[in-house]
């Protein structure tokens, strides 16, 4: 068979998030063409097991699509609110730094007058709870998890600051902290705003696989008449029509008709399967040449798209939920801060009795201990590795996936599109009788008519070598048989094996198994029904493929192929590249179950995919890595896209996440080492000796910590 499909070409230009035509376009291109179906059966993924699965109700469908477009918008907003939070905060903290005499003092001033204290703690008090909120509402939801994180340790610092000075205005002796409050307040604010700005992204996966599937269908009456409705209204048993290079509309049987459909961007496969009567056909995959009338076999929740979504969904709620390394550091200072602060009260209450001296020492000890540059140490290297990252077509959308991927064994990568391009690309060339150059001229003027896949690849490889385009009449599409057509007054065909053997046109049998033996796909030029020659072709390897998989070896991280494509062309790609193992002809249920599989040998596993076969593996992998150049579906699931479509770039993601992580742990340090000298002298330790920290030392050691920490980021850089 040679069904030509005549879908415009989209440039395949890599796009973040192309839309919809695009992708469809783009997958049609990539596909292989199933020249011999019959004989050389590619299988049909899925198609006969879709209805053992469970799916989710269309209603749900609808109310996780609506769930995550709120949760994008309530991403912005966030992003809007800190940064609202932050400026406003400032404003108030320039003059609680103008009125706190422990500044005053520091600078050699003294700007004193009557009231001022309460001037001060009214101040403080809008600060307190305008810029805290985000950081109480935070603790209350770490609490509920009884997991404290940064927020916990934040709100506890503040919470205590603020209770400590209110007190020291109203009723007890000392010094406020009504400085180290606003301070405190404003460089969280800054860290998270920064942080926030920087990884702004909401998975909308759900809402794209919705998209996937076209609003209306043709419903073929009982008259025989032909009406368009929206597909939601189809029933089981209903007869539908789809026209040429149409979507399918919803999963059914097909009753009549004849045409190749383009099930890739579904199942993975990437040569386009021969439907005729009785064969099952996918919603949303993609009809060829031919017409096709099927009657409804599943709706609604029954679809095997609803399977899909209910994977992915499954996926992204079983996900391990990591804690970013600045979270990890934050607890273990919300702990040293309470036993600390509590150990200090309760030693001066034994050593002294001295109540406001006590709780001085205490608060000191626990507002020391959530340092200012803790703020900033990991939301400047997370700023700094986005910008990198942006820079070299990293676009990173969860920031624990990444810091986490310089942990990973295993690296799983899908064929079609990823390893591969995606596209044909001519291999071998025989030619009988007739110099190659001719041969390939001939080809070349006849498939310049078609937008078939195979088509391109001729004609790119006709392009590349210059070659003439001669005079084509009578051209001829015929499904089922292949290309026809009057070449310089020469009768030409192009066929498949299967009409080459159907019709008893004799060729190297040998030959033709040793390619096919290879993934290739084979066509024959004929003429007046002699065999003139022939042209393998097969989806082109990547060129950065190879080194991306030899430099993973290097690294000592097993590189799998995981695909829904055939065992001969998977195995050739697998060899090509010297990949670790290779798995062929798997469903998308089946490569979540993979992934789940290396989970349970205790390996750590970044899927690498762009097809919405993919999307539930890309869910569930411990780092989801898209092809920019992939489906939506694809792009919306994954944790990292890379822009450039370009394997190599997931050895970059290694070595970023890597250096990443090594300058946050130089910046956690920095940002905490002088508590380690500041903590004992804040509790008095030395205070009989006369050595105690005055919060003006704590304030020039705070500052320092904090600009060495703004310095070190932005060192960060990878080879």
Not at 153 to 171: D, E, G, K, M, Q
Not at 280 to 295: A, D, R, V
Not at 455 to 480: P, S, W
Request: hydrophobic letters at 45%.
């Amino acid at each position: 068979m040679h069904n030509h499909n005549n879908n415009d070409k989209s440039n395949n230009e890599v796009l973040v998030h192309s839309n919809m035509k695009h992708t469809q376009d783009r997958n049609m291109e990539q596909n292989h063409m199933n020249h011999e179906h019959n004989e050389r059966e590619h299988l049909n993924h899925g198609s006969h097991e879709h209805h053992k699965s469970h799916h989710e109700s269309n209603h749900e469908n609808n109310e996780n699509q609506e769930n995550h477009e709120n949760h994008h918008d309530h991403h912005a907003m966030m992003v809007q609110d800190f940064k609202k939070r932050f400026f406003i905060s400032l404003v108030l903290t320039v003059p609680i730094l103008i009125l706190s005499p422990m500044i005053q003092m520091f600078m050699g001033v003294n700007w004193r007058f009557n009231g001022d204290p309460y001037v001060l703690f009214a101040l403080s008090t809008i600060l307190f709870f305008y810029g805290g909120k985000p950081f109480f509402e935070g603790a209350k939801d770490e609490l509920k998890q009884k997991s404290p994180a940064m927020m916990t340790l934040i709100a506890l610092a503040i919470i205590v600051a603020y209770v400590y000075s209110s007190l020291t205005v109203f009723i007890l002796k000392g010094n406020d902290f009504f400085w180290e409050l606003a301070t405190l307040i404003v460089i969280m604010l800054l860290g998270h705003w920064i942080e926030m700005k920087s990884v702004m992204g909401a998975s909308k996966a759900l809402e794209e696989l919705v998209k996937l599937m076209p609003e209306t269908a043709h419903l073929i009456k009982d008259n025989g008449d032909i009406v368009d409705v929206v597909v939601k209204q189809l029933k089981e048993g209903n007869t539908v029509l789809v026209k040429p290079g149409e979507k399918i509309p919803i999963d059914g049987i097909v009753y009549d008709g004849n045409s190749d459909v383009n099930e890739s961007m579904i199942t993975g496969e990437s040569v386009p399967v021969e439907k005729r009567a009785g064969d099952e056909i996918i919603g949303g995959s993609i009809n060829g040449e031919g017409l096709l009338k099927f009657k409804v076999s599943r709706v609604g929740d029954q679809t095997f798209l609803s399977q899909v979504i209910k994977l992915v969904r499954e996926a992204q709620a079983s996900k391990s939920k990591t804690q970013t390394l600045a979270d990890i550091a934050a607890k273990w200072l919300f702990y040293i801060a309470v036993t600390a602060g509590t150990i200090t009260f309760v030693a001066w209450m034994i050593i002294s009795g001295d109540l406001s001296f006590a709780i001085e020492r205490a608060v000191t000890v626990v507002i020391i201990s959530c340092p200012h540059a803790l703020g900033l140490a990991t939301p400047l290297v997370t700023s700094m590795s986005t910008s990198i990252g942006a820079k070299r077509g990293l676009l990173i959308r969860d920031r624990a996936a990444f810091e986490n991927a310089r942990k990973l064994d295993a690296v799983v990568f899908d064929k079609t599109g990823t390893l591969t391009e995606g596209e044909f690309g001519v291999t071998d060339v025989f030619e009988i009788g007739i110099p190659k150059n001719e041969l390939l001229s001939i080809a070349y003027s006849l498939e310049s008519n078609s937008e078939h896949p195979i088509a391109k690849g001729i004609v790119r490889e006709g392009k590349k070598l210059n070659l003439e385009i001669k005079e084509v009449k009578d051209y001829q599409n015929i499904t089922g048989q292949g290309l026809k057509a009057t070449v310089d007054n020469r009768n030409i065909m192009i066929a498949s094996p299967g009409y080459m053997r159907r019709e008893g046109v004799s060729f190297d049998e040998s030959q033709y198994e040793k390619l096919a033996g290879e993934g290739k796909t084979v066509v024959f030029v004929i003429e007046n029904k002699k065999l003139i020659g022939y042209i393998a072709l097969s989806d082109i390897i990547r060129e950065t493929s190879k080194e991306a998989i030899d430099t993973l070896k290097v690294m000592n991280i097993e590189s799998i192929m995981l695909t829904g494509d055939n065992q001969k062309a998977a195995s050739y790609v697998g060899k090509k590249l010297n990949l670790d193992k290779v798995i062929a002809e798997v469903l998308p249920q089946d490569k979540s179950n993979k992934v789940d599989e290396l989970h349970n040998e205790g390996k750590m596993v970044a899927m690498t995919g762009d097809g919405v076969n993919d999307a539930p593996a890309l869910a569930k992998a411990d780092l989801g890595i898209a092809i920019g150049a992939g489906t939506d579906v694809a792009i919306e699931t994954a944790d990292i896209i890379l822009v450039k479509s370009n394997p190599l770039d997931v050895v970059n993601i290694l070595k970023l996440s890597k250096a990443t992580y090594s300058k946050m742990i130089q910046n956690l340090v920095w940002a905490t080492a002088y508590n380690v000298v500041a903590l004992p002298l804040a509790a008095g330790i030395l205070y009989n000796q006369g050595i105690v920290i005055s919060p003006a030392l704590g304030a020039v050691l705070m500052s320092l910590s904090t600009i060495i920490v703004a310095i070190n980021a932005r060192l960060l850089k990878i080879d």
